[in-house]
Structures are given as structure tokens and as C-alpha cells.
């Protein structure tokens, strides 16, 4: 029986701060080990090159000596305009941003590295390009198995309005890095190395606040010597756990959610990056809305007492929430509630299948439409994971976000203030999941 309830759950993360080095997965394993072993548990660790070495990508972005093709990156893929972070600059917390072709990065990365990386040029790191949209028929990789049950990019995709998902490339000289953050929505994320090696420094949750400064900002680079100044960093004594890992040419990294880390680019790498949440951490990513909701509040407390806001208090902070983690509570409930109806269908037809055709194996790969009814733009054919074990999971997780959903006085008082139907529909979507878990004889 696979553990659903978040007190279970959370217990299984709890001996995460005893890791002292990432392991490292030679032998492919199953999926339900994999998410006993490392999805649930929220535990880091590394799987071998083996993983990727079929990958298009492996094969024509690297040269034989493992460096990176510039010249077919650059006629391939040249046209294409990409996000590009100065490592050498800090602003408002980040590396500065701009924008270049793919075709003048090659030339500017070719040229940094003939001249020997040298410290009058710039360090740039070509971050955050949505690969797969600007080149959706080159199949560059494929998603390990282990992380294809992800709901964020399921619901993203979706959202015919919104063009947008969580799957990038990264392209960085020797040198380039990543500051230290923890992921959007404190999703998961897998990093694989397509070419080149990456230190990764991890603190397990909990540990950053011992790496907040007294304004309670975040350091930018670990490393820095600001740490040891405990008028700065009155809390950096008490950090205990930092865990350090290289990971090589191939391999593929999975960072857990809410495990604070910062990247190094040891040699020119190249790396294909996802982040997604689902079942597993979806309570952390919610716990997280949940509390920047009350940093928000807190933010604009003063907005309230001024009396500046006339009746649209609790949409002004939804609007900022959504302005500062990029989602809000009303999107984060058609999250929930895009991601269960599928669900629900294709457990009524596994149910009905499995009571037409006993014994027979054809359920675990029958071609569904993961979609909600009358829509039939994705289709995909299931997943040998998503049967009806992993469909039940999902369920009962979405449900018991629902169940909180409806406990939190702040949705309750926006809905109130937009005269809206959320907390009516939290409640008839719980109503659809019961009557979907009695009518399909579901073990819950
Ligand atoms: O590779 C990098 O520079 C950063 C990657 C990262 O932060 C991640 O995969 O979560
Ligand atoms: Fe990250």
C-alpha cells in the first residue's frame, strides 16, 4: 500500500538531514522503488550516465572529447533568441539578465574559451531556454521515467492562454554558476548532464535560514566570506549539514523539493533541466503558497491599517502572491482540479475495463486521453506508472489539498469579498472524488 497521508509523508522526509553523501544509481530500478525510495522521501541522488546515452542530444551537441559542438549548436540553433546571465555581476539577488542569439553566444563562448576564460571577459550563462517550444521536432532527450508524472507541465500545457512550461536547456563556460535558491514553487527539479560536470553544494530544508542574513535575505553565494560576520549572519554557527556532490558528464541529478542548493559549471557544460511537482510534494508547494500569503499580508500590513484598500483586501494580496510566487490560490485550486478530473475518468475506465475483461493485462497500457471531458487536445498514451495504483495516489493527494483548501479562512474571505463559487466548488470536487473512490471500489 502506498503511503497517501501527508503525516505519513512527512515522516518518510524526516531522516533526510542524516544524508551525508548524494547516492549515486547504477542499475535502472522501478518506478514504485524509485518513488518509495527517493520521490516520497524527497531524497536527493544521482543517476548513472547509462541514463542518457541514448539521448540525440548526447550524441550531436559534444564533441568526442566531451566539449561542446559550437559549430553545430551555432548552424542548428542560431536563430533562436535565449535568456543570458552575467556571472560576474549581482543584482537585486540575481545575476543580471539580457538577451542574445544562440548563434553570437557560440561566438562569444567559443572566443572566452580560446582566450583561456580569462577575467577581463565576461562569465555568461545562457540560462532558462524553453528548448523543446522553440524546437518542438528535434527530440533532443527524453524524460527518465522516474519524473514524468509531472503536473506542472501537464496543467501548463494545458492552459491554451498561457504559453509557458518548466523545461529547459542550460549552457554555461567553465566558471558560470547559480546562486543559491531553492526552485520555483519549491517544485522537484532534475539536471542532466549532457555535457561537462556540475558541483552542486545542498542544504537539506531548514538548513537556509541558517544562511538568511538579519533582513532575513538569503545569501547569494554560500561560498562567500560575509558568512563568518555574525552581525551579518547571526545564524550561520548553527548551520550543520552541507553536502557537496559532483556530478558528470551524462548523469542526471534529481534535487528534491525545498532542498536549498547553488551550481557550479566545473568545465563548459551543457544541461537539460525540468522542475515539476507532483503527488509527492504537492503539499510542500502549497504549505509554501500558504506562507507567502502571510509574508504578503505582513508585507502590506501597514497598506490595511492606512486603510488604503476599500473591500479588496484579501484580492489585493492574492494579486501580490501571485506577482511574487507566481501563482495565487484560485489558480492553484484549477491546478488541483485540472489535474484530478482525468484522473477520475481514467479510473472509471480502468474500473470498467478491469470489470469487462478480468485477468487480462490490457489496462496498464491502454491508449487514454488524459484530459477533462470535451477536451481532447493531449493525448498520450498512459504511462505503465500511471495505473491505477499511482491514479489513486494522485487522487487522494489532490483531496487532501482540497480538504485544506477549505480549512484556510484567507480563501474563505477572498471568496466572500469576490462574491465567488471556489469554496462551492472546492466542496463539490471533494464531492466528485468520494463518489469516484466509492464507485470504483477504491482502497482508500
Ligand atoms: O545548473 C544550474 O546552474 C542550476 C540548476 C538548478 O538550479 C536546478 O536544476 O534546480
Ligand atoms: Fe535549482
Not at 547504477?26 to 547509462?50: A, G, M, V
Not at 542560431?78 to 539580457?98: D, F, I, L, M, T
Amino acid at each position: 500500500m502506498i503511503p497517501y497521508k501527508d503525516e505519513e509523508i512527512v515522516q518518510l522526509r524526516n531522516n533526510n538531514t542524516e544524508l551525508k553523501q548524494i547516492p549515486k544509481i547504477e542499475e535502472k530500478q522501478t518506478y514504485h522503488d524509485f518513488f518509495l525510495n527517493y520521490l516520497l522521501p524527497n531524497y536527493p541522488c544521482i543517476l548513472s550516465s547509462d541514463f542518457t546515452k541514448h539521448w540525440q542530444s548526447r550524441k550531436e551537441w559534444c564533441l568526442s572529447d566531451g566539449s561542446p559542438n559550437f559549430e553545430f549548436l551555432q548552424v542548428r540553433f542560431g536563430n533562436a533568441c535565449v535568456p543570458v546571465a552575467n556571472c560576474k555581476e549581482e543584482k537585486y539577488g540575481s545575476h543580471p539578465k539580457s538577451e542574445m542569439t544562440i548563434h553570437n553566444f557560440m561566438s562569444y563562448w567559443e572566443k572566452y574559451k580560446q582566450r583561456g576564460y580569462h577575467e577581463d571577459m565576461d562569465c555568461l550563462y545562457l540560462k532558462d531556454f524553453h528548448f523543446n517550444r522553440e524546437f518542438p521536432d528535434y527530440k533532443a532527450y527524453e524524460t527518465p521515467e522516474y519524473f514524468t508524472s509531472d503536473w506542472m507541465n501537464e496543467y501548463w500545457d494545458k492552459r491554451n492562454e498561457i504559453c509557458d512550461d518548466y523545461r529547459f536547456v542550460y549552457m554555461g563556460p567553465k566558471g558560470s554558476w547559480t546562486p543559491f535558491h531553492a526552485d520555483v514553487f519549491r517544485s522537484f527539479s532534475w539536471s542532466a548532464n549532457v555535457c561537462g560536470k556540475k558541483k552542486w553544494i545542498f542544504f537539506p530544508p531548514g538548513e537556509e535560514e541558517c544562511l538568511k542574513d538579519v533582513h532575513g535575505q538569503l545569501v547569494f553565494d554560500v561560498n562567500s566570506e560575509d558568512l563568518n560576520n555574525p552581525k551579518k549572519y547571526p545564524k550561520f554557527t548553527e548551520l550543520k549539514h552541507r553536502i557537496e556532490v559532483t556530478q558528470l558528464p551524462g548523469e542526471i541529478i534529481f534535487v528534491p523539493s525545498g532542498w536549498h542548493h547553488q551550481v557550479f559549471n566545473l568545465e563548459d557544460t551543457i544541461s537539460i533541466n525540468h522542475n515539476w511537482l507532483n503527488g509527492c510534494n504537492v503539499d510542500i508547494s502549497w504549505n509554501y503558497l500558504k506562507q507567502g500569503l502571510t509574508e504578503v499580508e505582513q508585507e502590506i500590513q501597514d497598506v490595511k491599517d492606512a486603510k488604503m484598500v476599500d473591500g479588496d483586501w484579501y484580492q489585493h494580496c492574492q494579486m501580490m502572491l501571485k506577482a511574487d510566487k507566481g501563482i495565487n490560490f484560485p489558480e492553484f485550486f484549477d491546478f488541483m482540479r485540472t489535474i484530478v478530473l482525468p484522473r477520475i475518468e481514467i479510473l472509471k475506465q480502468q474500473t470498467k475495463s478491469i470489470d469487462r475483461v478480468e485477468n487480462e493485462h490490457e489496462t496498464s497500457h491502454m491508449d487514454t486521453r488524459l484530459s477533462t471531458k470535451g477536451d481532447i487536445t493531449q493525448t498520450f498514451t498512459t504511462p505503465h506508472w500511471l495505473n491505477k495504483d499511482c491514479i489513486q495516489f494522485d487522487i487522494n493527494r489532490v483531496k487532501y489539498i482540497l480538504e485544506d483548501m477549505l480549512k484556510n479562512e484567507e480563501f474563505a474571505n477572498y471568496n466572500e469579498e469576490v462574491n465567488g463559487q471556489h469554496i462551492k466548488q472546492i466542496e463539490e470536487l471533494i464531492g466528485t472524488i468520494n463518489q469516484s473512490i466509492e464507485c470504483c471500489d477504491v482502497d482508500m
